[in-house]
């Protein structure tokens, strides 16, 4: 049975006669990017989107009157950019603009060395294959389409086209590598997560969106109960230890606050911004506070998420190219 389609893939110009390559390579998603093909010859809509797969050398006047026609706004545009190429920077974006495309999630341009057709459709092949693997998994994580690294910022994007932006010094494992190092990354075949081999160092986009966001952290724990009996002791013993009272918490009764220590119920965002204004700290030094308290006695939940430890994720099965 073939895996399902939640979006479709319309090639315009060379990109056709390279997804006609990998198809006639019979990869191990070639089923689903056969059918994924094909749902733009069928008249059926339902609550598919559309992705046009092009190449920046093929963002003519034609390929701009079309691709207005037939766009919705749910239309994404992934654009394979060849470096080196006489395509610029500021002709793509032009035509981002002639055709409309004012959101971030609409477009997405990746970069390749030009080396041939053969560099170009294996290099198109890896972006099909994790379209293909967030199309047909039963899982909700999100995964990695593409990543970058340059001027100290990890840059990410998913299938969606959502992007995150990851400073290096907020990534303890990676923080004082060079640059030549961290350009040494590969990105799971599914898009799971990068790795990079050298250092041992996987990330995947919950772990990376957690670095920037704490309290999104602390939600994905929370469905744990164990966690939450644990938190509720590190809120309690930072508690005392600071020589605070229930009763100095204007803003949390306290019986709600013996629910949290409790591990009854989880630490809400009000909850947070209350205690660390009673502690003095910012929700995210308090965060931070907590998860030294944690540290007290590891668990493989602060290793994985509060204290930002990377070195957690399973040795890579296979990788695609970047």
């Not at 630490?267 to 540290?295: F, R």
């Amino acid at each position: 049975m073939s895996d399902p389609i939640t979006f479709h893939i319309s090639p315009y110009g060379s990109a056709s006669s390279a997804l006609k390559e990998i198809v006639e390579q019979d990869p191990p998603y070639a089923d689903w990017l056969r059918a994924a093909l094909r749902q733009r010859h069928s008249g059926r809509r339902e609550n598919q989107s559309k992705i046009w797969v092009a190449f920046s050398h093929d963002l003519d006047d034609e390929f701009v009157k079309l691709f207005l026609e037939q766009s919705t706004p749910e239309t994404r545009l992934l654009v394979m950019n060849e470096v080196g190429e006489r395509s610029s920077t500021d002709n793509i974006f032009t035509r981002l603009m002639e055709m409309q495309i004012r959101s971030t999630q609409r477009f997405y341009v990746a970069d390749w060395p030009r080396s041939g057709t053969t560099q170009m459709s294996r290099y198109l092949a890896a972006f099909m294959q994790r379209l293909a693997a967030t199309s047909s998994s039963d899982e909700h994580s999100p995964r990695i389409l593409n990543a970058s690294v340059f001027a100290g910022v990890l840059h990410v994007v998913s299938p969606e086209f959502k992007r995150l932006e990851i400073p290096i010094a907020q990534i303890p494992a990676l923080a004082d590598k060079p640059q030549a190092e961290l350009n040494e990354f590969e990105i799971d075949e599914d898009g799971a997560f990068i790795y990079w081999p050298k250092l041992d160092v996987h990330l995947g986009w919950e772990q990376l969106e957690q670095i920037i966001n704490p309290t999104a952290a602390l939600k994905a724990l929370q469905k744990q109960t164990a966690f939450n009996i644990r938190y509720g002791k590190a809120v309690q013993k930072f508690r005392e230890q600071s020589g605070i009272k229930p009763a100095d918490l204007t803003d949390l009764s306290v019986k709600q606050l013996g629910r949290i220590e409790r591990g009854e119920c989880r630490l809400t965002s009000s909850a947070i911004a209350t205690l660390a204004k009673a502690h003095n700290l910012s929700p995210n030094e308090y965060l931070n506070k907590l998860a030294e308290k944690l540290s007290e006695a590891p668990s493989p939940a602060l290793g994985t998420v509060i204290s930002r430890s990377f070195h957690f994720m399973p040795k890579p099965r296979k990788v695609g190219a970047r």
